[in-house]
Each structure stands twice: as structure tokens, then as C-alpha cells.
């Protein structure tokens, strides 16, 4: 082999190293990756009741519904908020962590006092039941 083609064939080399390199790198990107948590706005339906409805995000790494705001609408500045799911055949249930106090203001996504529903699948139906009275404002994370 003369210096020449073994020269081309060391740049060559290079290039589908780099090449490769370089795809290696941009391939997760190119994907559909997982997007940060999605926070969403509501209207709390009375206690075992069904307020507004939103849907579980598909593209969001985040597993749980998490209160994240909650302001009481009537006299007090608090009320018990529970997350519910609804059943494939239509029926609504409340989340295992039942009733939990939210005060008027904002709250941690981390604090898993707010984590109402935990590891909800991807597009399932959600609303936010208050225990003393509806249509508070919150905000669920998800």
C-alpha cells in the first residue's frame, strides 16, 4: 500500500469514526424522549365528585399526579384535596392516598405529602375531588 492510499484510507477512517461519533450523540436527541413533568390547571369537583377532567400525559417523565397549587374558592384557606382516576368502563375511583390538606398556595412537586395518585398510566382521565366544598382552583403536576 503506497503512503498515499494509506493516507486516504487513515482520513477515511476518521470520517466514519467521527460520523459515527456524531450519531451516536444526536440519536437521543432525534428521539421522542420523555418531556419534564406537565403541569395542568382544574376546577375540583364536590367531595367523591368529578370536577374537571384532564388526561394523563404520555410524553411527560413524570409517573404521579402531584398537587402543585391549590386555592380554596370559599371562606377558608384550605381544603382536603383527593386525586380519582377513571375506570375503562367509565366508573371513577379515588386514589389510594384518599384526602390530603392542601393550603391555599403553592406546593412542592417533590413533597410526596401532594403526590394525590401515584405510577398513573400514560392518557388516563384525572380530576381532583375537595372534601368540604368544589370548585377550588389547583394546578396538578403530572
Known amino acids: 500500500m503506497s503512503k498515499w492510499s494509506m493516507n486516504r484510507a487513515l482520513v477515511a477512517g476518521a470520517l466514519v469514526f467521527v460520523s459515527a461519533a456524531t450519531g451516536v450523540a444526536l440519536a437521543?436527541?432525534?428521539?421522542?424522549?420523555?418531556q419534564a413533568c406537565v403541569t395542568q390547571s382544574l376546577t375540583t369537583g364536590d367531595y367523591e365528585s368529578v370536577g374537571t377532567i384532564r388526561y394523563k400525559s404520555?410524553?411527560?417523565?413524570?409517573?404521579?399526579?402531584?398537587?402543585?397549587?391549590s386555592y380554596n374558592t370559599n371562606s377558608?384557606?384550605?381544603?382536603d384535596y383527593a386525586g380519582r382516576l377513571?375506570?375503562?368502563?367509565?366508573?371513577?375511583?379515588?386514589?389510594?392516598?384518599r384526602y390530603v390538606v392542601g393550603y391555599d398556595g403553592y406546593?412542592?412537586?417533590t413533597d410526596s405529602t401532594y403526590a394525590l395518585c401515584t405510577a398513573v398510566s400514560d392518557n388516563t382521565p384525572f380530576t381532583v375531588a375537595s372534601l368540604f366544598d368544589p370548585a377550588d382552583n389547583v394546578a396538578i403536576t403530572h
Open 58 to 69: 404520555a410524553t411527560s417523565s413524570c409517573n404521579d399526579l402531584n398537587l402543585t397549587y
Open 107 to 109: 406546593h412542592s412537586v
Open 76 to 79: 377558608r384557606n384550605y381544603d
Open 86 to 97: 377513571r375506570r375503562s368502563d367509565g366508573t371513577w375511583f379515588t386514589c389510594a392516598k
Open 28 to 34: 437521543p436527541v432525534a428521539s421522542a424522549a420523555p
